[in-house]
């Protein structure tokens, strides 16, 4: 015998019908009100094109619209094959609808669904049942490191992470709002209504996991199978010093000749420790004294270190080593701040602490005006870029926002006039009787351009340099070798000066 289904020809009507869907339904069986003899019409189409797609603690069920229709009910199967239908609608839903979120279901689980079509005329067409499988909620997603104090005397971090989205009851979409944290340091895991997590710091290294929750309709709470996790390494001490430089080509001015005999040559480096994100940064400059003479018929003047025993006239000649019989591969030993291996700096890192440094090579000619100058400009011009997010016109905004493949990033040209860090520089970068950096270039006649060897130095920079597997390794572990090269002009030399970086205790 076939069971009479009541249509939704009112509202009271309506409530007949969902109490006749909670009868098993047979698709494609179609049938008239009781108020005349059952009758199977061959005219009212069920929707075609079920389908089910699996969302968090939920499934949507979708279907193509049938022509004629003006409504739909569906019923689901827990699980598929079960005798019972489930109705899921209170009333028929709009003829315009062609999807229905099913949610608050437990992940994982297995249902069918059943969609039927009805006409105005109270026929309708009920297609075969189609199974879905309810989605897992999402684990929060870019779990890091907002705020790094973890070298300050209260060492906190601060944790951020971003809500996965789900579907609420009639497909309104909504952002998780509670979350599971627990790892390291924890007496017990910590329920969070926010997507941010402060927590003091306990020594050593560390891992967290958050886990997102999203509301049961039966009580508690769906929750991701696989947490967002986040490894925490604790800073590390770590050192960088200039271990010193050879002279690969002699330079050839005669006003450097005259004053001293040969080449002197200092170091110097203008180094700024920073955050990544470019805020509070602490500048400082470091000068060696002055190598290259010995003795041998030149000009003495105050300061200068013996060195270049190799020339004949004094100074520094090709090949000369500074300081004498330096070995790369050696261990540094004691550090000084005047003579080789030389500190440029030492402190803790973490991973969101980055060092910039520029480091030079100077000819005196014989004072110091002109470096004094540009330590002035460099040093005022770096406390403020390097805390600005406003740093886009130069290098550095692009090497901060890109993973290049070099460890020694070398910067662009620029002239004496205006350089990368857009210094005002009055005097002459040429070697007419002052102070001039070495690794010129010419330029317009009578200008020379010159090239900045900047480095920008991570710890993980430095990690894969100590391991020699930085991609431009040095001719050692942890060694940085810059290439100063004067061309055109009277300007003609080549050094290499060779900075180190090490892991400390």
Request: charge should be neutral.
């Amino acid at each position: 015998m076939i069971r009479p289904i009541i249509p939704f020809a009112s509202a009271g009507m309506a409530v007949a019908t969902l109490a006749g869907l909670a009868t098993p339904i047979t698709a494609q069986i179609l049938e008239r009100p009781p108020t005349t003899a059952p009758t199977i019409m061959s005219d009212a189409t069920p929707p075609a094109g079920v389908t089910t797609t699996a969302i968090p603690a939920g499934i949507t069920v979708s279907w193509q619209p049938v022509t004629g229709a003006v409504g739909y009910t569906l019923c689901r199967e827990s699980p598929p094959g079960s005798a019972t239908c489930t109705p899921l609608t209170a009333s028929p839903l709009p003829a315009t609808t062609a999807k229905y979120f099913d949610v608050g279901l437990a992940p994982g689980g297995s249902h069918a669904y059943r969609v039927t079509a009805w006409r105005a005329d109270q026929h309708h067409g009920t297609a075969p049942p189609v199974a879905g499988r309810a989605g897992d909620v999402p684990a929060p997603g870019n779990l890091r490191i907002l705020e790094d104090r973890s070298m300050q005397s209260t060492a906190e971090l601060l944790l951020g992470w971003d809500a996965p989205a789900y579907y609420a009851t009639g497909g309104r979409q909504a952002n998780a709002g509670t979350f599971r944290f627990s790892g390291s340091g924890l007496s017990a895991p910590q329920l969070v209504n926010d997507t941010r997590f402060r927590l003091g710091l306990n020594p050593g290294d560390h891992q967290w996991q958050v886990t997102a929750l999203i509301p049961d309709p039966a009580g508690g709470w769906f929750e991701s199978p696989t947490p967002a996790t986040i490894a925490y390494k604790a800073p590390g001490r770590y050192r960088l010093v200039a271990l010193g430089f050879k002279v690969m080509q002699q330079a050839t001015e005669p006003v450097v000749e005259t004053d001293g005999v040969g080449n002197e040559v200092y170091a110097a480096a203008t180094v700024t420790a920073t955050t990544t994100t470019l805020s509070s940064p602490v500048v400082r400059t470091i000068q060696s004294a002055t190598f290259g003479s010995t003795g041998k018929g030149g000009k003495e003047f105050p300061g200068r270190i013996q060195a270049g025993s190799a020339s004949r006239t004094g100074g520094l000649t090709i090949g000369d080593l500074v300081p004498a019989g330096l070995s790369l591969g050696a261990p540094t030993g004691t550090v000084g701040t005047a003579g080789f291996p030389l500190l440029l700096w030492e402190g803790k890192l973490n991973d969101q602490v980055m060092l910039v440094v520029h480091p030079t090579l100077w000819e005196e000619d014989p004072d110091h005006a002109q470096f004094a100058t540009w330590r002035q400009l460099v040093e005022a011009k770096a406390q403020g870029a390097y805390g600005s997010d406003q740093y886009a016109v130069n290098n550095i905004m692009a090497l901060r926002d890109r993973e290049l493949p070099t460890l020694a990033r070398v910067g662009r040209l620029f002239s004496c006039q205006d350089d990368i860090l857009n210094l005002s520089w009055t005097g002459s970068c040429r070697a007419q009787g002052t102070d001039r950096p070495l690794g010129l270039k010419p330029d317009a006649p009578g200008t020379a351009i010159w090239e900045d060897h900047f480095l920008v130095l991570t710890r993980a920079q430095i990690e894969a340099a100590l391991q020699g597997t930085a991609p431009r390794p040095g001719a050692a572990p942890g060694v940085i070798v810059v290439s100063l090269i004067d061309s055109g002009l009277e300007a003609k030399a080549r050094y290499e000066l060779y900075l180190k970086v090490e892991r400390l205790p």
